[in-house]
């Protein structure tokens, strides 16, 4: 067997874009890396607070899986890690497991970080990122939305320093209100003042520091620096005025040292209940990270593969949980950060990765009186910016079926918990597929004049023919759609005794089931009952192919155009295209 190095730089990218590494890319990554580096240090302790693992996680969700989408990945500023909503997807299957703190919570979180690994890795050795098309975008849009509302929710009690429970909205906002009572005053201080910093930092700072004189490229790295100000400030306040013996809730000891090496449960029981779940991060997490990818990438007029990039996260998924990690995926912020700081190519990432293994060495000691209510509010900052409402109005606007999906996708989510809400998202997303593909858009259509086109009999004036009705199908005839295309054409004839030719006119038509081929064939024996004459034209190569190995054709009553043209000539008596006696009206829509 001949050896292909195409084929392996398609699997190993590393191997396309490293060959033509140099220093100017060395340079510019390094800078990215380091600007990403203060960006995630204290969002990966965040996060993975959020999934409700200790601290260290999140650093070591942050070193190995960018390290390996490095090496697997097609995205030249995909930025790997924690991010909040698979956090969020996290908190919420493994709190059914176990309790918060104890180790079989880790161990699960290890496990379902592998399980989304090998689904991962499963869908793109057999190419099934096309699944990822079953979630709409408004649908995920409405989900991400709920789901940052949930995330900033569950950090308010950190912000007060109190103690309060639940998965959905109405039970977080029940136990802040019965809660609420038992406020801390020095934790409240510290949270509201850092969520009103980093507010600051992310809208203000940047144009107050371009009008001071600041370069553009320094302004920006302090602007992504505001967290880390932040977690510095509040740490020293809690150490020097003894905040922690006031109540403040401080981060306590986070071990110092390199991942260690770990290994998922390798029971059938834990399995089984982690699995459902894992495939739902799997999508989500792919969605989001090759929305941004492709994004990206575009501004660059690079491209990624889809297919590839499931292997890229799958790998960064199994690196997660051999490293004491949990669920990863590319995430929008960093990423978009990762860019515009000058990232050239995956090795930024890697750099990244030492420069968070750095930390987990020799800083982690600092982070001891380190307050929740700052990694809280670090939190909130961060998933308000995916609230976004304005898909409602979109939706309304353009579709009232979108409209439908996202409301409720919303609704579900915020109401009965995150498992809940991407389940019904994606059955509303393939639901809303049906219910539009099982309505196609039929129109019955006549000679524009003056040419050989055929359009709307509603929208154009066009040239018809009492005994020729030609119906065109906009839509791929299958078993949600067949009966109504029979019931629209059976309509038609019902009370026109003139009618001797149904032409189908099938130009969308890329596919017909079997259930729609036997659709046909009924269609086809009650015209003819009805002294009705059933034809075809414009049929596509692969239908026509199919068709031709089916009974259909031979027992059809009429013929098979090549040209609706060329069939109204036929049974119209239409000989060369008549001369256009007026202006046909303008062409809005076929």
């Known amino acids: 067997m001949s050896f292909d190095p195409k084929s392996l730089k398609r699997y190993l990218p590393i191997l396309d874009w490293g060959s033509k590494y140099n220093s100017s890319t060395f340079a510019n990554d390094g800078i990215a890396a380091i600007i990403v580096t203060i960006m995630l240090i204290p969002q990966s302790l965040a996060y993975a607070l959020l999934a409700g693992l200790p601290a260290q996680m999140g650093l070591y969700a942050s070193i190995l899986p960018l390290v390996a989408y490095a090496i697997f990945g097609t995205s030249r500023a995909l930025a790997v890690g924690p991010v909040a909503v698979v956090s969020l997807m996290t908190a919420s299957v493994v709190g059914n497991m176990a309790l918060q703190g104890t180790a079989e919570y880790a161990a699960a979180a290890i496990t379902l970080a592998f399980l989304s690994g090998l ?58 209100w019965e809660n609420i009572g038992s406020t801390n005053f020095f934790t409240l201080v510290i949270g509201v003042a850092a969520t ?48 922690h013996n006031h109540g403040v809730k401080i981060v306590g000891e986070v071990p110092r040292g390199l991942p260690p090496l770990t290994l998922p449960k390798f029971s059938l029981d834990v399995w089984g209940q982690l699995f459902g779940a894992s495939i739902l991060i799997s999508i989500i997490g792919f969605v989001e990270s090759v929305s941004v990818a492709q994004t990206l990438a575009a501004k660059k007029r690079q491209r990624i593969v889809p297919d590839q990039e499931l292997i890229g996260l799958g790998a960064s998924n199994i690196a997660a949980a051999v490293s004491g990690g949990y669920p990863v995926t590319g995430g929008f912020a960093r990423s978009v950060v990762n860019f515009d700081a000058g990232a050239e190519t995956p090795a930024a990432g890697a750099f990244t990765a030492i420069g968070i293994a750095l930390a987990a060495l020799f800083l982690t000691p600092l982070l001891y009186f380190l307050p929740v209510a700052t990694l809280a509010a670090t939190i909130i900052v961060a998933v308000l910016s995916l609230v976004d409402f304005s898909i409602l109005k979109t939706t309304w606007g353009y579709s009232k079926a979108d409209f439908a999906a996202v409301l409720a996708t919303i609704l579900l989510t915020l109401g009965f918990g995150v498992e809940t809400g991407v389940s019904s998202g994606v059955i509303l997303s393939i639901g809303l597929h049906l219910y539009k593909t099982s309505r196609p858009h039929v129109a019955e259509v006549g000679l524009v004049p003056g040419t050989e086109h055929f359009r709307n009999i509603k929208r154009h004036e066009v040239l018809t023919k009492p005994e020729l009705v030609t119906i065109r199908v906009d839509e791929s005839l299958y078993f949600a759609n067949a009966r109504f295309l029979e019931d629209y054409i059976l309509d038609r004839i019902a009370d026109d005794q003139a009618i001797k030719h149904i032409v189908l006119m099938c130009p969308a038509v890329n596919e017909i089931d079997t259930s729609a081929l036997e659709t046909l064939e009924e269609i086809n024996r009650r015209l003819s009952d009805s002294g009705i004459q059933l034809h075809l034209s414009e049929v596509k190569g692969p239908v026509m192919d199919r068709l031709q190995k089916s009974h259909f054709l031979h027992d059809l009553t009429g013929q098979v155009f090549l040209s609706q043209f060329a069939a109204m000539k036929a049974l119209g008596d239409v000989t060369t295209p008549p001369p256009a006696t007026s202006a046909p009206k303008p062409i809005e829509a076929a």
Do not use: C, Y
Request: charged content about 10%; hydrophobic content about 60%; proline content about 5%.
């Open 196 to 243: 009103s910093f980093l507010f600051w930092v992310r809208k203000g700072l940047k144009p107050l520091l371009l009008e001071k004189g600041v370069s553009p490229r320094m302004a920006d790295i302090a602007a992504k620096a505001g967290p880390v100000a932040a977690v510095v400030v509040t740490t020293l306040l809690t150490f020097v005025l003894g905040l």
């Open 119 to 176: 689904v991962l890795l499963a869908m793109g050795i057999f190419r099934l990122g096309v699944f990822a098309n079953f979630l709409s975008h408004p649908v995920i849009a409405g989900f991400i939305t709920a789901s940052g509302i949930l995330i900033a929710a569950s950090q308010v009690k950190h912000i007060f320093g109190i103690s309060a429970g639940g998965h959905t909205l109405p039970e977080r906002l029940i136990g802040l």
